[in-house]
């Protein structure tokens, strides 16, 4: 199964230069994508992400890591016999399992309802990443599609991440869970980036506040840096994507949420500043939706 359909590019809308590169020639950058908690629109964000990405002519490589409750497959419209059950099961390796969704662009597929995913000690992680690194060697970017929660099945496979994207919408439980899971990665020793994507905002003056007050909270509590990495504005054509299995950049290429897609995209490129300034990501932005 193959995905056609133009991915928004930097040309496409108004878009902020970063001066810190994440990426850069023979680097591989791996980002786990979470939540705190369910239904904030994590794996739809990590699979528009990954198509924003190789749209840019990047190779990646999505990997489902929602461990028993996986459902990328679904918003890809992919069906597909294996998965990563059966890589830990060890009847097929990652190359087995793995599907080509265009160039530049390989999926693992996870599994669904599979009660053994959910419950891998810390060997069986500590050897599926081992085999995702060497599966995805050849790849710019990897993106770990994560669980919600704060399970040893997403802590595990964040940590190994050189950038966390942390998501959530504006809702105050839904935040409340985005600043325990950016709490239980720095206590856990975690040293990497960590960015907030604010999904299903009415507008950036919203996005805006809430990631001001994470990011204070979090400097203030946790002496720990949040980045900036951008927003989702609320958006009719993602659901109607949903609903026709194909992911909304593909799909609706033109409409707000995919050129906020494809800033997240390029601000992960270019880079973004270590510690973000209230100047940042949404504020260069403020033309698109004021």
């Known amino acids: 199964m193959r995905l056609t359909g133009r991915v928004p590019r930097i040309a496409d809308c108004r878009s902020p230069l970063g001066e810190a590169p994440l990426l850069s020639p023979g680097k591989m950058l791996t980002i786990a994508v979470v939540s705190g908690k369910g239904g904030v629109g994590k794996t739809n964000i990590a699979v528009n992400l990954a198509l924003a990405l190789n749209g840019r002519g990047l190779r990646v490589s999505l990997v489902d890591l929602d461990l028993g409750l996986a459902n990328a497959d679904v918003l890809l419209g992919v069906q597909s016999r294996h ?21 530049g662009l390989r999926f693992v597929p996870g ?3 599979v009660h053994r995913l959910r419950n ?4 069986e992680r500590q050897n599926l990443l081992r085999q995702l ?28 991440a050189d950038r966390i994207l942390v998501v959530t919408t504006p809702e105050p439980t839904a935040v409340t869970d985005a600043y325990a899971i950016v709490k239980v990665m720095v206590r ?21 506040q809430v990631y001001d007050r994470l990011r204070a909270a979090a400097e203030r509590f946790l002496e720990y840096p949040i980045a900036d990495d951008g927003f989702v504005a609320q958006d009719n054509h993602v659901e109607l994507a949903v609903r026709q299995r194909c992911p909304f950049v593909i799909r609706y290429p033109r409409c707000p949420a995919s050129s906020c ?19 940042g990501f949404f504020r260069q932005v403020a033309g698109l939706f004021a």
Do not use: Q, W
């Not at 990652?94 to 080509?100: N, R």
């Not at 099945?153 to 940590?159: E, G």
């Open 133 to 160: 690194r060497l599966f995805a060697a050849d790849s710019d970017v990897v993106i770990y599609d994560c669980g919600a929660g704060l399970s040893p099945n997403v802590t595990d496979f964040a940590r190994a």
């Open 188 to 208: 856990e020793g975690y040293h990497g980036s960590i960015g907030l994507i604010l999904n299903r905002t009415a507008d950036r003056k919203e996005a805006l």
């Open 83 to 103: 998965t990563l059950s059966h890589v830990v099961s060890g009847a097929r390796s990652l190359a087995d399992v793995a599907v080509e969704l265009r160039d």
């Open 261 to 279: 897609m494809a800033l997240v995209a390029d601000g992960l490129v270019n880079g973004c500043a270590p510690r973000p300034a209230r100047g």
């Open 120 to 123: 891998l000690t810390p060997f």
């Open 111 to 113: 599994a669904s309802g």
